[in-house]
């Protein structure tokens, strides 16, 4: 089985685009390994380390990318996650200041008073052992999952802390083991970029920063040639999941609207008419939100028709 290590990986990439180099070459259905970095680029392994921006200046190194045979524009890449597995025994997290700043600035303003004077800033170190993990007191699950994933866009780079319509930092606890993830083919090859495995995140990553880890990542990848998609999509054992991420002049709102417009076009293709389709998410669908920017809307797959 291939591997992408970081020995051959050589340096991580801190964007997704179609002007970084492959790593790996792999052919549809063909399964993989690929080792990535933490979120700090592994600078911070115990108490008292420091991040050094002169080395990475960047967060979210992301490995590859992935070149996959015969993947072309207009194709949908498919991206099954086979396992996530931790390379070390614990994980990093802290309060991400410049989190609280991003949005509206009025919006802001609000949770300024509770967080200005006493937010911590040190990273802290927590033990993951025996499928659990050990924050002070607290003994918490360990439930691994891909923050960063996605194909090059065409002629733009998207940096590897922002999500996009190519995948990107979506930040979504559904991108687990047993999932498969399809997304847009743009460029020849796809040009897969993944990283920022989490140790556990819940809905939203409220404070800017999960339990974050260097991971093992297994994937199988495959080809649906022919047949575009604008956003990304997310299957399970359960629900079918169209993705949408905020971006200039777009709010949360309008994101889940377009989340549940790509479920319904999925939907379509099972054979449900669109507006029943509509009107059924308003009776079963279900909303994840990632890392506040996106969000995926699913649907049971049992009241599907058998296709």
Sequence with gaps: MKRLTFENQKEFCYAISPFNKPRIIVDPDETFIVDTEDAMSGQIRKEGDKRDYRKAPFTNPL???????????????????????????QGVTLISKWWWYLGHKPSASIVSEFVESKMPSDYRILPVRNGK???????????????????????ESISSYLPSMYGGNMDLPCITKGCKLYLPVKVEGALLHVGDVHALQGEGE????????????????????????????????????????????????????????????????????KWDAWMMCCFLGKIILGNIWSVAAGFPKMYLPKL
């Design 133 to 155: 993990i050990q924050f002070g007191t607290f003994y918490l699950p360990y439930k691994p999952m891909i923050g960063t994933i996605g194909t090059a866009p065409e002629i």
């Design 206 to 273: 409220i404070s800017g920063t999960a339990i974050e880890m260097p991971a093992e990542v297994t994937l199988k990848v495959g080809v649906i040639k022919n047949k575009e998609i604008l956003w990304p999509r997310i299957e399970d054992s359960e629900y079918l999941m169209g993705v949408a991420c905020t971006g200039t002049g777009r709010t949360l709102e309008d994101t889940i609207r377009i989340a549940f417009v790509n479920l319904v076009e999925w939907m379509e293709e099972y054979g449900v008419e």
């Design 63 to 89: 490995a590859g990318p992935i070149y996959v045979k015969g993947a072309e524009k207009g194709d949908v890449l498919v991206v099954e996650v086979k396992d996530i597995k931790q390379k070390i025994e």
